[in-house]
């Protein structure tokens, strides 16, 4: 009995821990870089109520950040925690030029664009947008699949992800010490570094096209965390 009570205790003891380190709300502060050329901001948001959470990330850029389609651009992902699944339930997308949303339903997804008649995806597995599986990426380590349906510029691709331990990267004269996860679409080599000195915040992004430095996306500010 003793035993049991014991094992218990230490099972809770980790649950509280783990929930612990789950980022939950946060406001930080990128700067973004087109071919290592300051070109713009962006903000990262998140914001949790029991199990909805709302993710968004805005950029405001100049003429460089143009040249990467990334002069404005928003996009709002809002979830669903369902026996720690993170389950996509609606996206909204809106740039210079285009705006619409996406309504998704397990490994279904309808896309809605005004004037326009609606486009139904589906596959085998749970599909995420951009902006969800960023939050699942942070919030799931180490218990991370190699493969992830994504809906991107309305169409599913299949990210398949490297996943690196103990990875380091220094921003502005300081040191981040987490962990790294890449997939390649197309001749892009795409990079995210997460903070475990920050509840595993993403800190940082770049996008390698050829061997080359295309986009680098650095943070600079939190402006707070929890």
């Known amino acids: 009995m003793k035993k049991l009570i014991i094992i218990a205790l230490v099972f809770l003891c980790q649950n509280s821990l783990s929930n612990e ?6 406001e930080a502060k990128y700067i973004f870089y087109y071919k290592n050329m ?3 901001k962006m903000t990262l948001k998140i914001n949790t109520e029991n ?20 002069g404005y651009r928003e996009e709002i992902s809002h979830v669903e925690i369902n026996q720690n699944i993170i389950l996509p339930k609606k996206y909204m997308y809106k740039d ?3 705006s619409y949303q996406a309504i998704f339903n397990a490994n279904k997804v309808e896309i809605i664009k005004k004037n326009t008649e609606p486009i139904n995806l589906n596959t085998n597995e749970i599909i995420y947008d951009p902006i969800s599986l960023l939050l699942l990426l942070m919030r799931t ?3 991370f699949d ?3 349906n994504v809906l991107s510029k309305k169409n599913i691709k299949i990210y398949n992800y490297n996943f690196k331990e103990n990875a380091s ?15 390649i679409s197309g001749n892009k080599k795409n990079i995210f570094f997460f903070s475990k000195e920050h509840k595993n915040l993403m800190v940082s992004t770049r996008i390698m096209k050829k061997g080359k430095e295309k986009i680098r996306i650095d943070l600079s500010e939190i402006k707070f965390l929890n």
Do not use: C, M, W
């Open 51 to 70: 199990n909805k959470i709302k993710i968004s990330t805005v950029y405001d850029g100049n003429f460089l950040a143009e040249l990467a389609n990334r």
């Open 141 to 143: 380590y180490p218990n």
């Open 169 to 183: 990267i220094k921003i502005n004269k300081l040191q981040y010490h987490g962990y790294s996860a890449e997939y």
């Open 21 to 26: 380190n789950i980022i939950k709300n946060v």
């Open 146 to 148: 190699t493969k992830y």
């Open 96 to 98: 210079g030029e285009e």
């Open 38 to 40: 300051e070109a713009g």
